[in-house]
């Protein structure tokens, strides 16, 4: 899932998950484009990623869980063009 900087995407959860599981890369025709991605359970900020760079290889990224209804990720760019991709996202339970 590709998406464009400031998107952003909402996984609904059961409330039985402990951890969020992904890999993340950044997709930019600027070598030096770079985002991070900020992690919000339920709206609160739970964790960000270090500066991803556009051409990097994808960066596995897990975040600890404690029981939300919902995780959103929103990803923050030095670029307008960039577009972040989610890969393979999937929630492990309790």
């Known amino acids: 899932m590709a998406v464009g900087v400031g998107t952003a995407i909402e996984f609904p959860l059961n409330g039985n998950n402990r951890a969020l599981a992904m890999r993340i890369a950044v997709l930019s025709d600027t070598p030096d484009a770079q985002a991070v991605i900020r992690f919000l359970a339920d709206g609160q900020e739970i964790g960000r990623t270090p500066p991803v760079k556009a051409g990097d290889q994808p ?3 897990q975040i600890k869980l404690h029981d939300p209804k919902k995780v ?3 990803a923050d760019a030095s670029s307008s063009n ?3 991709l989610y890969i393979d996202p999937v929630a492990v339970r309790n």
Do not use: C, E, P
Request: glycine content about 0%; charged content about 20%; aromatic content about 12%.
């Open 59 to 61: 960066r596995f990224m």
């Open 72 to 74: 959103t990720l929103v």
């Open 82 to 84: 960039v577009k972040i």
